[in-house]
């Protein structure tokens, strides 16, 4: 039998392999699936898929976070809210996040570790860092656009925005004036 072909391209370590996940960095991501039956320990579970980011060779991966809805928690649902658009500054309703689904935003992805028994044990994983989420709009991130595959992925999305017909259906309520935050796209 031949040797069998592998790559580690873009691994710094053993760790960066097979965990389909992204490394830490900062990137633009889409919401590419939502679960809010609140089946799993009373969260809303979100997956992101990287799109581009200031880390290489990360577009594709997919990072699955735990949004908890606790008190102490809520404030990050309504952080990812704001920043796909379901909810706008000084709104106050229900919101679905099924309707975040094939929105982007940029998110800052950290290394992961925990506390049992006293112990801060080693970094498992990667997470969305507590309150890193950004609308593409937002000027705090507006370094991000300086990346060149994060400004061609802006650009594109973008492009596509713009070649679809508008949709034929009946105007929906007023949308509320975005220049104070940014565009989505």
């Not at 028994?117 to 890193?132: C, L, M, Q, Y």
């Not at 973008?158 to 007023?174: I, L, M, W």
Request: include cysteine; aromatic fraction near 6%; proline fraction near 7%.
């Amino acid at each position: 039998m031949a040797g069998l072909s592998l790559s580690a391209k873009g691994a710094k370590s053993e760790s960066d392999v097979a965990s389909g996940k992204p490394c830490k960095g900062r990137f633009l991501m889409m919401v590419k699936g939502v679960d809010e039956t609140m089946e799993k320990k009373d969260d809303i579970i979100v997956d992101f898929e990287v799109l581009a980011g200031n880390v290489p060779d990360q577009k594709g991966k997919i990072l699955t976070e735990y949004f908890k809805t606790t008190p102490k928690s809520i404030c990050r649902l309504t952080r990812l809210a704001l920043c796909v658009g379901l909810l706008q500054p000084g709104e106050e309703k229900d919101v679905s996040f099924m309707g975040a689904v094939g929105r982007v935003l940029f998110v800052e992805v950290e290394d992961h570790s925990y506390v049992k028994d006293g112990e801060t044990k080693p970094t498992e994983s990667v997470r969305v860092s507590f309150a890193g989420m950004w609308s593409v709009g937002n000027p705090d991130v507006a370094d991000l656009h300086q990346v060149p595959e994060i400004a061609a992925k802006i650009a594109e999305l973008r492009g596509q925005q713009s070649q679809q017909p508008p949709a034929q259906t009946p105007p929906q309520t007023p949308q509320p004036d975005m220049n104070k935050w940014g565009k989505l796209l």
